[in-house]
């Protein structure tokens, strides 16, 4: 899969009545392929998110265009939007997003529940014992602490093998070693051919990155790969 984004901006209405707005985004550009890490930082505000999920398919952007193998996304309907994102894209947001009264195999299984792609229960079970969650596999996500929550978003973000995996800060509330073995687990899935986009204040995840861009003055500046 190879991902290009071309003259991407974004603004956000801010201001009393949404009048006033922030230009987040100018004309930034990017091309992800398959079998790289891309690891993104910048500081608090600077756009990554906001960029993470212009490139994943979930907001559009104010102008410019984002195309997964030559096909333009923003111009396909909602609904071939949703399947290509079910079928091609993993997505660890930097909020937790599991589903409390669901227990972790449960949660993690939810992509398969709704893509095309037959359930991968062998991988779900490897993902759970890998990233430690196996004594938590029946547990309901509503107990779970933070880096047992951002361990489940992982798995859930790759049991359906994506090719494009964009990962916001998914080293949040991790201890040193849950983090290496996260960042591990993402370089594993580019060894099988993924594109992996990580935004990430790691410095360790620098140095391992194929690629590595900071978020500076609305865009994007290449500072490695
Ligand atoms: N829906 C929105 N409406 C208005 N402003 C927004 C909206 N979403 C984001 N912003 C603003 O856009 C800017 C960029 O936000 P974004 O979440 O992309 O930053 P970030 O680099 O991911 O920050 P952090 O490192 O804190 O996660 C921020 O100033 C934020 O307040
Ligand atoms: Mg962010």
């Known amino acids: 899969m ?47 998110s906001t960029l993470m999920n212009i490139l994943a398919g979930i907001l559009s952007p104010s102008s410019g265009s984002v195309s997964y193998d030559g096909r333009d996304i923003y111009s396909l309907s909602d609904r071939e ?33 709704v893509s095309e792609k037959p359930v991968d229960s062998a991988r779900a079970d490897e993902l759970i014992d890998l990233l430690g969650l196996t004594e938590l596999a029946d547990v309901r996500a509503n107990v779970l602490s933070g880096g047992e929550l951002r361990r489940l978003s992982l798995a859930r973000a790759l049991v359906n093998s994506p090719s494009v995996i964009f990962a916001d800060e998914p080293t949040n509330d991790l201890d040193d070693e849950c983090a290496k073995l996260v960042v591990q687990t993402l370089h594993a899935s580019a060894q099988a051919g993924a594109a992996v986009v990580i935004v990430t204040h790691e410095l360790f995840a620098r140095s391992d990155a194929d690629v590595v861009l900071c978020m500076q003055n609305s865009s994007l500046v290449r500072e490695k790969g």
């Open 2 to 48: 190879i991902i290009t984004a071309k003259g991407i901006s974004k603004s956000y209405k801010r201001g009393k009545g949404g009048k006033g707005f922030v230009q987040v985004l100018s004309d930034t550009d990017l091309s992800i392929e398959g079998g790289k890490v891309y690891v993104i930082y910048g500081r608090s505000g600077s756009g990554k």
């Open 81 to 113: 939007l949703s399947a290509l994102r079910c079928l091609s894209v993993g997505y660890i947001p930097q909020m937790h997003s599991a589903v409390g009264t669901l227990t972790v195999r449960e949660n993690i299984l939810l992509p398969s529940a």
